[in-house]
């Protein structure tokens, strides 16, 4: 089928053939929630028409691009680069098909004049209330495919709500790359992007780009097929989050799982070894599960240290992440001990072989691997095909929880790819004697070139995260230091790490601690805009480490911490210091977690700044369950009232909730029952925490 098309479209090339006339040809594709009208006006594809059915906003662009393509002779080259848009390509034909399950549209195209052939995509799921396009692009000469937009739209509502771009290297916590974030139409409630965590979707003017950089060479006949944009609706502009994280939810990998693991880093940091971290495991399951029937903990995660990366003669030259002499073979024994509790086996690992990797850099740069200043290139071909190596490897081995921490660098420094090893490369920058992670690169002047090592490195992650798929369906995989927040990131793997955060919460004591951490919240959600769903956020706590805390602050710590809404709860504890009343607090904690967790992919932030020790909380509801977290930091008496309504998640404008809380005193002055509609008044003493769940 692929070969015959090919003829046709060289043949439409050759002959300037066109099976459409220049009248109006018309296609739509409509469910119960939107519908996208196409037209053939003068041989040129033009959208005409986008409605949203569920609030009845219609939005008809009025420009003449459709989609952008910009091609070069190379990235390498200062001049020559073309802007192509829909006006310059003529369609060759139509067709479209419809079942009970989904309809779609192809409209093959030609530009003569580059030799191009393109075919735009549109699919449309019946069920679905979000919408795709793509193309497919063949050029019969060899072509730098620069930029790849699929979309370019007109909207008089079109809004970016993120809109920061610090591509960053040797700069403390300041790493906001802007990549893979949604844009909105304000207008008709619509949301726009295109599903690759590495997208640069903008809005330039009122005109909506959702598109990536790339910057790779197509060879002569080659064909690319472009990620696909998407457009959702929702019914309400105020509510546009949760249609577009209800969007995010169904298109991701694996599904939204309550992840509650031991991690052995604030055990034992890189002391780790097969005998203390078996005895924390036995610890852990004996303490929780069996004296305090907490169901059993997913995984147990062997942190820094397992690696053998520090003696002198380590050597990874045929084989990346060996085993150092503190565990077995292939970590077969501990791999038993966990699996006995029926638990998965984690282990953390640097994708970029920094931290503590960082020893093997300098070794594997003179082996012949692709080095940069301060870690591995992402997308150094021999490298990353050693490290997919291991890390297959060690999953067929019975590992099933990874820990991916530093990918294009870690908090305070990052490297770049220079050299083109596996990326596009800009020599005419002038970049050919800078340290791959010299501070000049943060200059804006360099960001095309930093963008197309983070699209390239990205790209070759992704296909390592789809095999870890293939081998274990039930795998987790968390990325770290040195990610960005993309939601489309979940669609390859289930948790992000929160970025430009310390992995210890700041503080000298529990207020302190939960202001510094919910300040990053507020900061990611509120201050940047960032789209992202909170349940999917790696926040490194909760942490106990020493005993004889009040247990009423420590339950309320807990609490407020599991109340962010995260699936992934890791706790980091050192074992052989907790008190039974400690051990008491975390079973009460997890036990509570359990019971919300239903709610957990809808929470949100609600209250003030908590840097500038405002009342402030997370809430998060479905249809038959809710919780209120509140918090007052301030060494002040404040007065806090929320409303139970859709703007803090409600579900339903029907059904009566009971009032309880897993702190007896937390509903003190407070209601048995309330209804939607209805405002809970408090009076909140200084550092007071309060936790309400709400049950129709």
């Not at 200043?373 to 490298?383: A, E, F």
């Not at 990205?458 to 995260?465: G, Q």
């Not at 402030?616 to 929320?642: D, F, L, T, V």
């Amino acid at each position: 089928m692929k070969i015959l098309r090919h003829i046709l479209f060289v043949s439409a090339l050759i002959l300037g053939l066109s099976s459409c006339k220049n009248e109006q040809n018309e296609f739509v594709l409509e469910n119960d929630f939107l519908s996208r009208t196409i037209t053939v006006q003068d041989n040129h594809l033009k959208t005409v028409k986008i409605e949203n059915k569920v609030n009845g906003k219609i939005l008809n662009p009025t420009n003449d691009k459709e989609f952008s393509l910009r091609i070069s002779k190379g990235t390498d080259k200062i001049e020559g680069d073309k802007m192509l848009t829909s006006k310059d390509f003529k369609v060759v034909s139509i067709s479209e098909s419809k079942n009970t399950k989904s309809q779609n549209v192809t409209v093959h195209l030609v530009n003569q004049e580059n030799l191009l052939q393109l075919t735009v995509n549109y699919e449309l799921r019946n069920d679905k209330d979000y919408i795709h396009k793509y193309l497919t692009i063949i050029s019969q000469n060899q072509i730098t495919l620069e930029r790849i937009d699929v979309e370019a739209l007109d909207a008089k509502g079109a809004y970016q709500p993120y809109k920061l771009k610090e591509i960053t290297t040797r700069v403390a916590a300041g790493w906001k790359p802007g990549l893979g974030q949604p844009l909105y139409d304000s207008e008709t409630a619509t949301f726009w992007g295109v599903e690759f965590p590495a997208a640069t979707n903008a809005v330039v003017g009122n005109e909506l780009h959702c598109g990536y950089l790339w910057g790779n060479t197509l060879k002569k006949g080659e064909e690319y097929t472009s990620y696909k944009s998407v457009i959702g609706v929702s019914d309400d502009y105020q509510y546009i989050d949760e249609a577009f994280y209800e969007y995010i939810d169904d298109i991701r990998i694996r599904p939204l799982r309550l992840q509650i693991q031991y991690n052995s880093w604030f055990d034992f940091y890189t002391n780790v070894n097969k005998e203390n971290f078996k005895t924390s495991v036995l610890k852990v399951n004996d303490e929780l599960v069996n004296k305090r029937d907490v169901n059993p903990l997913k995984a147990y995660v062997i942190d820094d240290g397992w690696q053998d990366s520090r003696r002198p003669e380590s050597d990874w030259s045929d084989k990346v992440w060996k085993i150092n002499d503190k565990f077995s073979s292939n970590l077969v024994d501990t791999y038993r001990v966990v699996d006995s509790l029926d638990a998965m086996l984690g282990v953390w690992l640097s994708p970029a072989s920094i931290l503590g990797a960082l020893p093997m850099v300098e070794k594997m740069g003179d082996q012949g691997l692709e080095k940069l200043g301060r870690s591995m290139s992402m997308t150094g071909p021999k490298y990353m095909q050693m490290l997919e190596d291991r890390i297959l490897e060690l999953e067929k081995g019975g590992v099933s929880y990874f820990k991916f921490d530093g990918l294009f660098g870690h908090l305070n420094i990052r490297d770049f790819e220079l050299k083109g090893r596996g990326t596009p490369s800009m020599p005419q920058l002038g970049v050919e004697n800078l340290v791959e992670n010299d501070s000049v690169l943060s200059d804006h002047k360099y960001d095309e070139l930093k963008t197309y090592y983070l699209v390239n490195g990205t790209e070759r992650l992704m296909a390592i995260f789809k095999k870890m798929h293939k081998v274990n369906p039930d795998v987790f995989v968390a990325i770290t230091n040195g990610a960005y927040l993309s939601p489309w990131w979940l669609q390859y793997i289930d948790v992000v790490w929160m970025i430009n955060a310390g992995d210890a919460a700041e503080g000298g004591t529990r207020t302190d601690e939960l202001v510094y951490r919910d300040g990053v919240y507020y900061e990611i959600w509120n201050e940047e805009n960032t789209k992202f769903p909170m349940s999917s956020l790696f926040n490194h706590e909760p942490k106990k480490v020493k005993t004889g805390e009040d247990q009423s602050i420590f339950k309320d710590y807990l609490l407020m911490n599991i109340s962010r809404g995260t699936g992934f709860i890791e706790l980091y504890l050192k074992t052989d210091v907790l008190s039974d009343s400690d051990w008491d607090v975390v079973a009460e904690g997890l036990k509570w977690s359990e019971e919300v967790f239903p709610v957990f992919k809808n929470v949100k932030m609600h209250g003030g700044n908590p840097k500038k020790l405002d009342v402030y909380g997370y809430a998060a509801w479905n249809e038959n369950q809710g919780y209120i977290s509140i918090h007052n930091p301030s060494n002040e008496k404040r007065a806090y009232a929320i409303k139970l309504d859709r703007v803090i998640g409600l579900k339903s404008e029907k059904g009566i909730y009971t009032l309880t809380s897993p702190v007896g005193e937390d509903t003190l002055d407070l209601k048995n029952l309330y209804n939607y509609g209805d405002s809970l008044k408090l009076e909140l003493e200084p550092k007071e925490i309060r936790i309400l769940n709400f049950n129709k």
